[in-house]
């Protein structure tokens, strides 16, 4: 029986063992959700990077540069962190240069684990083929907002483990994994409704960003898992 393993904020992360885990990123509003649509529409490599300085030996390159901090656009990027930024047009067959104020940085904590994909509701089924056919221990990673907990990201995550669990392959005996279950079943009749709770919630509104969030919430919309190696996310499609 596979072991699940929910981690709520990215600053835990350094709390558990997970060199043998197969991790799943999660940063719903919007870094996950972004990167699925980025190679839903032809994205052909994204690169994750930590820092604006080092974002920006990129300007001038053949690389879209795509980049936020507290949700806003940074002013040299060529677009910002809004699944409805990455079109085809923009996008297909291009290399995108990508920094987020949470996003990227737990997708690159996540090298440390044994296999790192890109979870949102919108590849949900294929992350749970994806988990369910590496036969490893599952480590669902969180991102949260700066450090703290963040409502959507632990939904998806009970979401997730609950698939797993209906499974018969997938237990747990973590607290965080359970509370996450918990939030799922109590989201999960009204999601939409139950997300306007979520803090991100009022912070993309603030910033005129909240036209996005109804999309960030669309099930399985792709079969293709982005997994991240070597400072990389390429897409694989999930059968």
Excluded: H
């Excluded at 939904?155 to 797993?164: E, I, P, S, T």
């Amino acid at each position: 029986m596979y072991q699940i393993t929910v981690c709520f904020t990215s600053e835990q992360f350094p709390y558990y063992q997970t060199g043998n885990c197969n991790a799943v990123v999660i940063d719903i509003l919007r870094a996950s959700t972004s990167i699925c649509t980025a190679f839903m529409n032809g994205a052909k490599e994204m690169i994750t990077i930590n820092t604006v300085d080092e974002l920006k030996k990129f300007i001038g390159s053949e690389y879209i540069i795509a980049a936020e901090r507290n949700g806003v656009t940074l002013e040299f990027a060529d677009i910002g962190n809004s699944p409805d930024n990455f079109t085809r047009k923009l996008v297909e067959g291009r290399t995108i240069a990508y920094s987020t104020t949470n996003g990227t940085r737990t997708i690159n904590l996540a090298a440390q684990c044994y296999n790192a994909a890109i979870g949102a509701f919108t590849n949900i089924s294929a992350i749970c083929r994806w988990i369910e056919a590496g036969e490893r221990d599952v480590f669902l990673l969180c991102s949260g907002w700066k450090g703290l907990f963040s409502l959507e990201d632990t939904v998806f995550a009970g979401a997730v483990a609950q698939k797993l669990m209906e499974t018969g392959k997938f237990s747990t005996i973590c607290d965080s994994a359970l509370a996450a279950m918990d939030l799922w079943s109590l989201a999960k009749p009204d999601l939409m409704g139950y997300i306007k709770k979520a803090a991100q919630n009022e912070r993309l509104r603030k910033i005129n960003a909240a036209c996005i969030i109804p999309y960030c919430f669309e099930l399985d919309l792709t079969d293709i898992v982005p997994l991240y190696r070597d400072g990389r996310i390429s897409a694989y499609i999930s059968d």
